[in-house]
C-alpha cells in the first residue's frame, strides 16, 4: 500500500520507504544533477511531470525561474509539494525560498524524508489577459470582469523597461545570462528607452475600479517576492504568504538619474526617490495606450491590457527553515 501525502495536511509527512519523487529536468539538466538526492534506495524516482496527484508524492524540479514558470500552471492542479533546485541562469524563486544554492536544497530535502514539517504554502501572482477594447472609466467597470487565460508566475511581473530588459536578456547566451545577464542588459537599454502614458487601477467602490496611478511611466513590477533580475530589491517588502502583490511604479525620470538610480534597488533604497510609487494590493488592472509586453519570472506572458491579481497558498513548498519568513 502506498503511502500518499494528503493535500490538506502539510505537517503529516512520510515514510521514505513509501515515498515516490518526481522530477522535472529544466535546460541542461540531467540525472546527474539528481545523484546527490539518491541516498535512500526506497525511495521510487520517476522522472517527469506527473499526469496526475495520485502518481507521486513531492516533484522536485531542477531549474531556474523560467523552467519553474512554464510549470506552475500544472504543479498548482496537482497539488503535491515542490522543492526547487537552484539549477538555472535565473533563480529568484529559489533565492526568495531561502535555496540558494544547491546544498540548500539538499538540506530541504533530507529535511523532508526525516519527516520534519518543512512545507509551506505560499503564494502565486495571477496575469489574465483583457479585450484590449474594453476601456474603464474611474468608476466605471465592473471588478469581475470578463478574463482570458490566466498564466501563473512566482517571483515578479513587469511592463515596461523590465519587460524590455528581459526579452533583450534571453537572447543572450545561457551562460551570461546567468552572469550579470540582466544587469548588462539593463545599462544599455535604460539610454534607448522612453517613458510611455499607464494607467493602472486597484479595487474601488461599488465593486468597480477606481484609478490608482495616471502618470508617464519607466516601469512598473508586480511582486510576489522582494526579488528579480537576479537578485534587485524592487519590491523590498514583498512577502509570499501575505495575500499581497507589492506593486513598484518608477515614473517618468531622466535617463541620467535613471541610470544612476538602479544600483539601489539592489538594496531597496530605490523607495526612497520621489518619482517611485509603491503599495500594496490583492488586485489590480493595468492599461496602456497601444499594447506592451509584460514579462514575468523572466518569461514573456502576453501583452497589455492585463489584470494582475494574488492567489493566496496555491503553491506547496518544500523549504529548509519552517519557521523562515517569505
Given at each position: 500500500m502506498t503511502c500518499r501525502l494528503p493535500p490538506s495536511d502539510p505537517t503529516l509527512l512520510l515514510s521514505s520507504a513509501h515515498m515516490r519523487a518526481a522530477v522535472i529536468f529544466g535546460l541542461g539538466c540531467s540525472a546527474k544533477n539528481l545523484g546527490p538526492f539518491q541516498t535512500d534506495e526506497a525511495i521510487d524516482w520517476r522522472i517527469g511531470q506527473p499526469?496526475?496527484?495520485?502518481?507521486?508524492?513531492?516533484?522536485?524540479?531542477?531549474?531556474g525561474d523560467g523552467t519553474l514558470h512554464r510549470h506552475l500552471s500544472q504543479l498548482v492542479k496537482l497539488?503535491?509539494?515542490?522543492?526547487?533546485?537552484?539549477?538555472?541562469s535565473g533563480n529568484d524563486f529559489a533565492r526568495a525560498l531561502g535555496l540558494r544554492r544547491v546544498r540548500d536544497s539538499l538540506a530541504a530535502w533530507r529535511g523532508f524524508c526525516a519527516g520534519r514539517s518543512n512545507i509551506r504554502n505560499i503564494d502565486l501572482g495571477v496575469i489574465s489577459a483583457l479585450d484590449a477594447g474594453e476601456a474603464p472609466a474611474p468608476d466605471g467597470p465592473a471588478l469581475h470582469s470578463a478574463l482570458g487565460t490566466q498564466h501563473y508566475f512566482g517571483s515578479v511581473a513587469g511592463v515596461g523597461l523590465d519587460a524590455e530588459v528581459s526579452r533583450r536578456a534571453n537572447?543572450?547566451?545561457?551562460?551570461?545570462?546567468?552572469?550579470?545577464?540582466?544587469?548588462?542588459t539593463l545599462a544599455p537599454t535604460i539610454f534607448r528607452f522612453a517613458p510611455f502614458p499607464m494607467k493602472i487601477f486597484t479595487p474601488g467602490e461599488n465593486d468597480g475600479w477606481a484609478i490608482r496611478?495616471?502618470?508617464?511611466?519607466?516601469?512598473?513590477?508586480?511582486?510576489n517576492t522582494p526579488i528579480y533580475g537576479g537578485g534587485m530589491k524592487i519590491a523590498p517588502h514583498a512577502r509570499m504568504d501575505d495575500g499581497q502583490l507589492d506593486v513598484c511604479v518608477i515614473g517618468g525620470v531622466d535617463r541620467f538619474k535613471l541610470a544612476c538610480m538602479?544600483?539601489?534597488?539592489?538594496?531597496?533604497r530605490h523607495l526612497r526617490i520621489r518619482e517611485v510609487e509603491y503599495f500594496q494590493t490583492r488586485r489590480v488592472r493595468v492599461?496602456?495606450?497601444r499594447p506592451l509586453d509584460i514579462y514575468a519570472d523572466?518569461?514573456?506572458?502576453?501583452?497589455t491590457p492585463v489584470e494582475i491579481a494574488v492567489q493566496p497558498g496555491a503553491l506547496r513548498v518544500v523549504v529548509s527553515a519552517p519557521e523562515r519568513r517569505f
Open positions: 499526469a496526475a496527484g495520485d502518481q507521486a508524492d513531492v516533484i522536485l524540479l531542477f531549474g497539488g503535491l509539494p515542490v522543492l526547487v533546485v537552484p539549477a538555472g537572447a543572450l547566451p545561457r551562460w551570461l545570462r546567468g552572469h550579470g545577464g540582466y544587469a548588462l496611478s495616471d502618470q508617464p511611466t519607466i516601469l512598473a513590477a508586480f511582486g538602479f544600483p539601489t534597488v539592489y538594496f531597496g492599461e496602456t495606450e523572466g518569461e514573456f506572458v502576453c501583452r
